[in-house]
């Protein structure tokens, strides 16, 4: 192979880069639009530069608790990253080695990953308003009548909308497990064994540091998949108990000034952290991994 | 090892039971289970538990609830436990009368199938172009790891924001339009940018793409560079190549991609719902629009014949390829 490159690689190149722009174009457009001044619109052109938006916003959105939908989905998105981070590792120990039904529960992760959101979130919906009946009845033939007065439902961010959320970032987390043992050299834990290390001792020295920056992908993809989620969380979640994405996209038809724009800004800056710390982060790991042989 | 210390806490147990029969019995059949539970063929299940009962709680009974509601009954207040066909007799009312023009239900699944194929074949088309690019055309491998990532970020940011940043540059008086009256291409602005079709498609080829690019990717890196070396030799053009080795062999990649991207727009309802202007029917819709009138036995019918409909296409994409294999 010469040097000189080839003339399609200057016609793809032209392609990706047009599908870059396409990309970071219209984000970069709403960054720039949040800034607008006060007297300014929805669109181009710009009356001035300001963050009045993002001060109007940090007051609040109207009748919408902006911000309380903002710490929900920044505490659900924790909760599901740990998880996804703690259950896929699991999972991926027991796959590796294999267990009866094994089959079963990936075509299962696999089902919830392409089952359309919209029918897991009505199934946990309906699910969830049947054990309510049921929690009501079991009290009432009790004789509970003080919780059954008080008792409103389960449904809610953390029992309904975190397990709707891990339906959708587990496979994630499962897949990537999988791709990740499937390359793990296992001499490395059978020279563990051989020096007399407990199973617990190889895991903590010597897997997890080696599975390390794997594990950041994976919380990075529990944390961004759960802070976005709209669709199957839309019908998971106990009345009020909107997430920042479902506030969103109602806004969508009810907002007509740059205020969804700094809310856009203000969202994504949360979710270009996010990404930006994790890939730091794997980089480290990697790195140290990387001295460590 | 951990055979040696199992012998020793067997003798342990069998020392004390000289001393105390009975409750030695019980300490020694406490033992057995623990070992049981903590020996190395139990682990594997134990381990697997969280997700397994994770999915079994959340999605499996889910969904068999929402099939058993579908055959319920429903007014105004509340829902009662039946056995009733109506649901889906009014899910496809005037289906079979109406013939040969379209009942509501088949309308909207048309409607969906074509969203299904122009978001399809436009994100195959694009995704297949820039993965090629990535794996063939870049030749190190920091460049094609940064130029990958560059094309992921995007994925890890809210769908929702992306859907509205459309909305400065294809509204009424967008940058787009005003590019084209600057230029004299038109008089008027164009309204057909924005809450239309157009817009539809374009919002699904932006936010899934990048479910083609990543799987085609990964099958494209796996492909022997000697075999396209081979096929140069052998007096095949670049396209001959392109055509008869690596479309072949990015298969499982392209059959990966295709049923994320199909089965996202089938049961889309956000996309449609925010650059449709709340205009455009899907079958998504349908069933978000039911729920929020509490019809949850019609919404749950409506919401199994849409699953039937994806896993008939899963199905048939599926006996491409053996998805497992590509892990």
């Known amino acids: ?293 | 090892m951990e055979r040696v210390h199992r012998g020793l806490s067997d003798r342990e147990a069998g020392r004390t039971a000289v001393l105390e029969p009975a409750s030695a019995l019980a300490t020694a059949r406490a033992g057995v289970w623990r070992r049981r539970l903590t020996s190395r063929a139990a682990a594997p299940y134990w381990q697997a538990a969280p997700l397994a009962l994770v999915f079994a709680f959340f999605f499996v009974l889910p969904l068999v609830v929402m099939v058993v509601v579908s055959f319920w009954r429903y007014n105004e207040y509340s829902i009662t436990p039946a056995l009733v066909g109506d649901n889906y007799v009014s899910v496809f009312s005037g289906c079979v009368a109406e013939l040969p023009s379209l009942c509501l239900t088949f309308k909207t699944y048309l409607s969906t199938l074509k969203f299904c194929v122009l978001a399809w074949a436009l994100t195959l088309l694009l995704g297949f172009t820039v993965a090629y690019f990535l794996a063939f055309h870049v030749r190190s491998l920091t460049a094609q790891m940064a130029l990958f990532l560059v094309c992921t970020i995007p994925f890890w940011t809210s769908n929702v924001i992306r859907m509205i940043s459309w909305v400065p540059l294809l509204g009424r008086n967008g940058l787009v339009n005003g590019f084209l009256i600057t230029a004299g291409m038109t008089r008027e602005p164009q309204t057909w940018l924005l809450f239309s079709d157009f817009s539809v498609v374009l919002a699904f080829v932006h936010l899934y793409t990048m479910f083609m690019i990543v799987p085609i990717f990964n099958s494209m890196s796996r492909i022997d560079r000697a075999l396209l070396e081979a096929a140069r030799d052998a007096g095949a053009s670049g396209w001959q190549a392109l055509w008869n080795v690596v479309v072949p062999l990015s298969k499982p990649g392209i059959v990966i991609g295709s049923i994320f991207v199909v089965t996202m727009v089938m049961g889309d309802y956000v996309t449609i719902g925010v650059m449709g202007g709340q205009q455009i029917a899907s079958i998504g819709k349908v069933i978000q629009v039911q729920l929020s009138y509490l019809q949850f036995p019609l919404a749950a019918a409506n919401a199994v014949v849409l699953l039937a409909a994806v896993l008939m296409v899963i199905a048939a994409m599926t006996r491409l390829v053996d998805v497992r294999k590509e892990l």
């Open chain 1, 1 to 293: 192979m010469g040097d000189r490159r080839p003339p399609a690689f200057y016609a793809l190149a032209a392609v990706f880069g047009l599908f870059v722009l396409f990309l970071y174009g219209p984000m970069l457009t709403i960054v720039v639009l949040s800034f607008q001044g006060p007297t300014g619109g929805l669109t181009f052109p710009m009356h001035g530069v300001s963050t009045h938006w993002f001060v109007s916003l940090w007051g609040g959105l109207g009748v919408v608790d902006i911000w309380a939908a903002f710490g929900r989905s920044l505490r659900l998105g924790l909760a599901v990253m740990v998880l996804t981070v703690v259950i896929s590792l699991l999972a991926g120990y027991a796959f590796r080695r294999g267990f009866r039904g094994s089959s079963l529960v990936f075509y299962t992760a696999v089902a919830s990953l392409i089952v359309p959101s919209i029918i897991v979130s009505l199934g946990i919906g309906v699910q969830f308003r049947l054990l309510d009946a049921a929690i009501k009845a079991a009290a009432e033939a009790l004789g509970l009548a003080a919780f059954t007065e008080s008792f409103a439902t389960s449904a809610g961010t953390f029992t309904s909308g975190l397990g709707a959320h891990l339906t959708w970032t587990l496979p994630f987390g499962l897949l990537i497990m999988f791709a990740v043992f499937n390359r793990f050299d296992g001499r490395y834990e059978e020279a563990a064994r051989d020096l007399g290390a407990t199973p617990w001792q190889t895991f903590r020295h010597v897997v997890l540091p080696l599975i390390a920056p794997s594990l950041v992908g994976i919380a990075l993809f529990g944390f961004t998949l759960s802070w976005d989620e709209a669709a199957r969380s839309s019908q998971a979640l106990g009345s009020d108990q909107n997430t920042l994405p479902l506030e969103l996209t109602g806004l969508t038809t009810t907002v007509t000034n740059p205020e969804i724009y700094a809310l856009g800004t203000a969202t994504t800056t949360v979710s270009f952290a996010v990404i930006l710390v994790s890939l730091l982060l794997f980089r480290t790991l990697s790195r140290r991994q990387a001295r460590g042989r």
